[in-house]
């Protein structure tokens, strides 16, 4: 079973920087490229970005560019997305998920405050 | 960009009522869009992907149309437990999501 676990809640200073992790489990981790969205507080979802762990390539949507540095340790079978220069707009719930016709699987989210 | 526009963003309908959401891209996006439905509190749940393929284990109520730019999520017969947002996500080229359609029970 197909399995991604995220990491806990992250608060943040103003300006500081964040590191979310998801671990997968379930699969071959390098079989599949792994995505993050966004869903800010009441709000829809963003598509941020996905790597592949295979090659360490990624693809980031142009808001997201300095926002979000995605990386994957294929030792660990784990992802991560550093969020940097958090600002009150960075406030979300953060998501892996493995895209494969569909999103069909999704971590459990990431809530990441950012609060002076 | 792509740019998805969803409809309605507010849903109510009784129980065994026909639902149907709107999204509308503002290009071509062939057949590469896919429904999803989120719970209060939960990640979202694929429910259809390219347009109508039905995801394993999703009721055979909710039913995807579509191609090009004008697509439709079906719910054939509204049950209590379909009260959710529903999104819609294009991934012709790169990936956006619809803006979201919250369905509630009248």
């Known amino acids: 079973e197909v399995q991604l676990q995220q990491s806990g809640p992250e608060v943040g200073r103003p300006g500081s920087s964040v590191k979310i992790s998801c671990k997968a489990s379930?699969?071959?981790?390098?079989?599949?490229?792994m995505n993050w969205v966004k869903q800010s507080p009441g709000q829809g979802l963003e598509w941020i970005g996905w790597?592949?762990?295979?090659?360490?390539?990624?693809d980031y949507a142009e808001k997201f560019k300095k926002k979000a540095t995605l990386t994957a340790d294929t030792s660990s079978s784990t992802a991560y997305i550093q969020l940097s220069s958090l600002t009150s707009e960075d406030t979300a719930t953060y998501f892996c998920?493995?895209?494969?016709?569909?999103?069909?699987?999704w971590g459990q989210g990431t809530l990441v405050t950012v609060s002076s | 960009d792509i740019q998805m526009t969803q409809s309605p963003s507010f849903l109510s309908a009784s129980v065994g009522d026909r639902v149907t959401i709107n999204c509308k891209a503002s290009?071509?996006?062939?057949?590469?869009l896919d429904w999803y439905q989120q719970k209060l509190g939960e990640a979202p749940k694929l429910l259809i992907y390219?347009?109508?393929s039905l995801h394993t284990g999703i009721p055979s109520r909710f039913s995807g149309s579509g191609s090009g730019t004008d697509f439709t999520l079906t719910i054939s017969s509204l049950q209590p437990e379909d009260v959710a947002t529903y999104f819609c996500?294009?991934?012709?080229?790169?990936?956006?999501f619809g803006s979201g359609t919250k369905l509630e029970i009248k």
């Open positions: 998920a493995q895209y494969y016709d569909g999103f069909a699987y």
């Open positions: 379930g699969y071959t981790f390098t079989d599949y490229v």
């Open positions: 790597i592949d762990p295979e090659y360490g390539s990624t």
């Open positions: 290009q071509n996006i062939n057949k590469y």
């Open positions: 390219n347009t109508n």
């Open positions: 996500l294009q991934h012709n080229s790169g990936l956006t």
